[in-house]
């Protein structure tokens, strides 16, 4: 019976290491109870919410949420893989921002955006690297339906995946030349941060997480 219960316990705990190992590369960016770690630079009040259900209700006027890290996750990533469950509504418009920073107002200028939009009048849709590699007039998916979103970055190359199925990908050119009107606009390293677009405009994200890539030379 102690030999029994010995091994049990080992098993037990070989069974959780292994667990544990599997998922401590990935870091929750959102769990739906809390937006801790977020901040809204508030150019429009009130426009990032937690349902219910626990997803993140993004509705109103212009406004960002920035990633600004935790004691455990920090606000700074080069290479990673991010995933987000994403549901968008009919004419509506958002985007998620990588390599960014913090600013109180107007759309960030530093870092790339990857556009969230199905059936929005622009014609750039879901999986678009804003303005720099751009998916257009059809959309990967069809609004009022959650999918997966994963931005992969490797050194200057990107990849965008919809439930798994890749619909981009970029590489910045060793002679970039950044567009006249974003000069900040490029692969660096730095945060995320989500896209309140206009007042006409309802997104839903859920399910955030990141997990750090290795550096590449």
């Given at each position: 019976m102690k030999l029994a219960i010995t091994l049990t316990t080992l098993a037990l705990t070989v069974a959780t290491s292994l667990y544990s190992g599997k998922n401590q590369d990935w870091q929750i960016l959102f769990d739906?109870?809390?937006?801790?770690?977020?901040?809204?630079?508030?150019?429009?009040?009130n426009?990032?919410?937690i349902t219910a259900n626990g997803a993140l209700m993004v509705e109103g006027g212009r406004a960002h949420l920035f990633w600004l890290g935790l004691d455990q996750t920090p606000a700074t990533f080069t290479n990673f893989e991010l995933r987000a469950e994403v549901k968008t509504t009919q004419n509506s418009n958002s985007g998620i921002f990588f390599h960014t920073r913090f600013q109180e107002k107007g759309w960030p200028q530093y870092g790339l955006e990857a556009q969230v939009n199905s059936s929005h009048k622009d014609a750039r849709k879901t999986g678009s690297i804003y303005a720099l590699k751009d998916v257009l007039d059809v959309p990967p998916h069809p609004d009022d339906t959650w999918f997966e979103y994963t931005i992969r970055v490797e050194g200057k190359s990107?990849?965008?995946?919809i439930d798994g199925t890749e619909v981009?990908?970029?590489t910045e050119p060793e002679n970039f030349i950044p567009l006249e009107n974003r000069p900040t606009t490029r692969l660096d390293s730095g945060t995320f941060a989500l896209q309140a677009h206009d007042p006409k405009s309802l997104i839903y994200y859920r399910n955030i997480r990141v997990k750090p890539l290795p550096l590449t030379e």
């Open positions: 739906g109870r809390s937006l801790d770690g977020w901040e809204s630079n508030e150019e429009t009040a426009v990032f919410s990107v990849s965008i995946c981009n990908s970029y």
